[in-house]
């Protein structure tokens, strides 16, 4: 029993040190969001001597027209949310089927969409970026600086990680309440919405909050089919402008990257028992 108590220690000791190691650049964003610009420089690890201060540079920033917060919010929420119910509605209905048909089209199918999570984005930039501009000049069909060139960038980005969690849930449902449902007479479209998707929702909980920090705080898809100075602009690439336009003045600078990161981070403060209750159930099954 000794022996097993001095294991929890120890694996609580590492806990410790490596909660302190993530958050520690966190804790460094925010002490200097709320200290002059001098004072960085002179002494980053100390204390704000006014925390007033964060709360006028958070004015500062958010009244700044190089930063027009409110808009990049806006965008970034549009986005965000659209992105997370295609994903999820397009993923919960892919994954049900792949899992239900075991056929070697099937199998096929859903190899290759595990295959595309090893891809790096960076490796895939430029075949994006040409082919949405062909895409655009054959179509009409605006896919660059638009909301739904993004989103339907996202939905191509998002849909393989989700398939596979969503997969693998689907195989703790019991076959036998989707046949209970044929035999009272539900069509294939009613097994899913009636049945399966009810079902669903706790791991479906736990993707939408994952993919929704991913979504949220990306960088460079926006940048690329959005532009730097287009009409539509998240918040990272409002915060990279703004970075620009401020290259000396790191309070304001911390203070937007902390305007940008505070509506996620609250989400998940919120949202991180969801995550366990998902992931937890999603294995009980």
């Keep these: ?15 410790l040190i ?16 709320g200290k002059p610009a001098d004072q960085i420089i002179r002494s980053p690890l100390s204390l704000p001597q006014n925390w007033g201060k ?3 540079n958070m004015a500062k920033v958010i009244n700044s027209p190089n930063m027009n917060y409110w808009k990049s919010f806006f965008d970034s929420v549009v986005i965000t949310v659209i992105s997370l119910v295609t994903i999820v509605g397009f993923a919960s209905m892919s994954a049900w089927v792949l899992e239900r048909n075991h ?8 190899y290759l969409l595990v295959a595309a999570m090893v891809i790096p984005f960076q490796v895939v930039m430029l075949p994006v970026l040409s082919w949405f501009r062909t895409l655009s000049k054959f179509t009409g069909i605006a ?4 909301y739904k060139g993004t989103v339907f960038a996202y939905i191509g980005f998002g849909c393989s990680m989700t398939v596979f969690i969503l997969h693998g849930f689907i195989k703790g449902i ?4 989707e046949e209970a449902a044929v035999i009272d007479g539900c ?20 993707v939408l909050i994952l993919n929704g920090i991913w979504i949220w ?14 009409k539509i602009r998240t918040l990272p690439i409002a915060v990279m402008g703004f970075v620009g336009s401020y290259v000396k003045q790191w309070d304001l600078i911390l203070t937007s990257t902390l305007l940008a990161m505070l509506p996620v981070i609250i989400l998940f403060i919120f949202a991180q028992k969801y995550i366990i209750k998902g992931m937890v159930e999603g294995s009980i099954k």
């Design 1 to 15: 029993m000794s022996l097993d108590r001095t294991k929890n220690k120890i694996l609580e000791f590492v806990a």
């Design 18 to 33: 490596l909660f302190l190691v993530v958050l520690f650049p966190f804790f460094i964003m925010l002490i200097n969001a």
């Design 54 to 56: 964060l709360f006028e």
């Design 103 to 110: 056929t070697k089209w099937a199998n096929f199918i859903f």
């Design 143 to 146: 896919m660059l600086q638009s």
């Design 174 to 177: 019991p076959l036998e309440l």
């Design 187 to 206: 069509t294939t479209e009613g097994i899913f919405t009636r049945v399966v998707f009810p079902l669903l929702q706790p791991i479906q909980v736990t």
């Design 217 to 230: 705080n990306d960088y460079l898809l926006p940048s690329l089919l959005l532009g730097q100075a287009g």
